[in-house]
């Protein structure tokens, strides 16, 4: 699996995490969904470290969706993280919230994503939301940039046991 073929989602609600694979699936986006539920389980993932430093089974994605209302406020917390690693400059990120009037929208912008996107339990509506989000598939319609991991699984682990 390339990192084309990935779509990393924070979410803590496995049926949130269910709905939203079938309705990708609805709208012809069949790539690899996988669920990280914690900040401390996210950031391994992206860094390669502990049981995610093989590459060929973990790959980085191609697309980042954050669940902001994941624990707390820790979507914006991990945006944020993102953010600040230089070699996650370009991945795409897109937030997921309540409403279009939730204070959250600029609060996602400012933290880093490139879209955001009204979280809907309803199939239907999720499914017509996907459709017009034509963002998700030039992402994964585009060439990877190229990424190393050398370095940052050595120093990942202290960086990560650094966070606040």
């Known amino acids: 699996m390339s990192n084309r073929d990935l779509i990393l989602l924070f979410q803590d609600n496995t049926d949130d995490y ?7 699936r609805k709208v012809g986006i069949a790539n690899s969904i996988r ?16 049981v995610y430093n093989d590459r060929t089974v973990y790959p980085l994605p191609a697309l980042v969706i954050v669940d902001l209302s994941v624990l707390a406020g820790t ?12 070699r996650f400059a370009k991945l795409p990120l897109i937030a997921l919230g309540r409403s279009r009037q939730d204070p959250w929208v600029q609060a996602a912008y400012d933290a880093g994503a490139n879209a955001f996107f009204v979280k809907t339990l309803n199939m239907s509506e999720l499914v017509a939301t996907l459709e017009d989000l034509e963002l998700i598939r030039d992402i994964l319609r585009t060439e990877p940039a190229e990424t190393s991991d050398a370095g940052f699984i050595e120093s990942g682990w202290q960086e990560l046991s650094s966070i606040g």
């Open 18 to 24: 269910f709905l939203f694979e079938r309705a990708l």
């Open 35 to 50: 669920l990280v539920r914690y900040f401390e389980e996210a950031t391994c993932y992206l860094g390669g470290v502990g």
């Open 75 to 86: 979507g914006f917390k991990l945006l944020r993280w993102i953010r600040s690693k230089p």
